[in-house]
């Protein structure tokens, strides 16, 4: 998949999300963070193909799909360790809230972006 950037990409600051996943620290957080992230993921490929549905770029749209059916598997393996490492009400309490905040940290620096393009982002479910 990475082939197909050619090159162009240059790392710049690192994402919020990654920010705040580094700073869980206990196993039901990572997992449910691990969740949040897949999630966040999994909603940014569907704004990209819709995207690029609506230039007519089936390449790249096509592109952005097949990336989708990573996202599906590690949705599935972070469902399974959530199923393995919560095992308390906490548990699964600190997974939800650390999976949450993790989409929110995506969202926010999403919405920052869109904005310092003049754009008005859609609100997260």
Same mark, same amino acid.
């Given at each position: 998949?990475?082939?197909?950037?050619?090159?162009?990409?240059?790392?710049?600051?690192?994402?919020? %999300?990654?920010?705040?996943?580094?700073?869980?620290?206990?196993?039901? @957080?990572?997992?449910?963070?691990? =969740?949040?992230?897949? %999630?966040?993921?999994?909603?940014?490929?569907? /704004?990209?193909?819709?995207?690029?549905?609506? /230039?007519? +770029?089936?390449?790249?749209?096509?592109?952005?799909?097949?990336?989708?059916?990573? =996202? +599906?598997? /590690?949705?599935?393996? @972070?469902?399974?360790?959530?199923?393995?490492?919560?095992?308390? *009400?906490?548990?699964?309490?600190?997974?939800?809230?650390?999976?949450?905040?993790? %989409? /929110?940290?995506?969202?926010?620096?999403?919405? *920052?972006?869109?904005?310092?393009?003049?754009?008005?982002?859609?609100? =997260?479910?």
């Amino acid at each position: 998949m990475t082939q197909e950037l050619d090159g162009e990409h240059e790392p710049g600051e690192t994402p919020a %999300i990654h920010e705040f996943l580094r700073r869980l620290d206990d196993t039901a @957080g990572r997992a449910g963070g691990f =969740v949040g992230r897949t %999630i966040a993921a999994e909603r940014g490929k569907e /704004q990209l193909v819709g995207f690029f549905i609506g /230039q007519t +770029d089936t390449g790249t749209t096509g592109l952005f799909r097949d990336l989708g059916e990573d =996202v +599906d598997a /590690q949705l599935d393996r @972070g469902r399974d360790l959530l199923a393995e490492v919560c095992g308390t *009400d906490d548990g699964w309490a600190r997974a939800r809230e650390a999976a949450g905040d993790a %989409i /929110q940290a995506a969202h926010g620096e999403y919405t *920052d972006r869109l904005e310092r393009m003049g754009e008005s982002p859609e609100p =997260v479910d």
